[in-house]
Every structure is written in C-alpha cells, then in structure tokens.
Nanobody
Framework: QVQLVESGGGLVQTGGSLRLSCAAS????????MGWFRQAPGKERDFVAA????????YYKDSVKGRFTISRDNAKNTLYLQMNSLKPEDTAVYYC?????????????????WGQGTQVTVSS
C-alpha cells in the first residue's frame, strides 16, 4: 500500500514558480504510473499532469503545457511538479495519486491513494 504526502505549496505572485513534491511510502512506488490533480473551491478535481512508472512518458493538461513539468525519482520514492510562469487561475489544492484503474490517465476515477493535498495560491 502506497501512502502519499504532498509538500511545497505556498503563496506566490503571478509569474513566479513553485516545486511540489509528493513523498511515497512503501516499496511499490516505482511500479505505478502517477498523477497530479488540482481542485479549486467549488470545482471538481481536475487533471494536471501524469507520468508513467519509468518516467519516460508524460502527459499534461493543455493549459499547463510549457509551464509545468512532472518528474519522478524512483530511488527517492518521490514525485515532483515544477510549476513556472504561474497564473492566478492555477490557484487550487494540488493532489498526487497513484494510477490504478483503467487507462485514462486524465480521469480522477483512474487514481487511488490520494495524498492530503497542498495549497497553491497565485496572487495577481
């Protein structure tokens, strides 16, 4: 069973950068595809980025392409999300999760073992 803990959120001005981390416990992190989602107040949880188990395939929400980069270090059991050129519309709680079900990497229903989330606030 993989348990996930996100960190790295905070308050940043428009155009700034943050690096989120997702630390995984357990020995099986390296066999799972992983994803980042975000949820703004009053909205559904929304796909941001995903990465396959080996780290050589990445997927992104269109609105973050070219600004966000997902990566992983399987030796450290850690998933990352580097966020650059942040915009106020990026404000949300960011969650990492393990992809366990089906093949739709962009659907929250494909994921399990959600972390508790980390707040990202981008001021204008």
């Amino acid at each position: 069973q993989v348990q996930l803990v996100e960190s790295g959120g905070g308050l940043v001005q428009t155009g700034g950068s943050l690096r989120l981390s997702c630390a995984a416990s357990g020995r099986t992190f390296s066999v799972y595809d992983m994803g980042w989602f975000r949820q703004a107040p009053g909205k559904e949880r929304d796909f941001v980025a995903a990465i396959n188990w080996s780290g050589n395939t990445e997927y992104y929400k269109d609105s973050v392409k070219g600004r966000f980069t997902i990566s992983r270090d399987n030796a450290k059991n850690t998933l990352y999300l580097q966020m650059n050129s942040l915009k106020p519309e990026d404000t949300a709680v960011y969650y990492c999760a393990v992809r366990k079900y089906g093949r739709d990497y962009s659907s929250a229903g494909s994921y399990d073992n959600w972390g508790q989330g980390t707040q990202v606030t981008v001021s204008s």
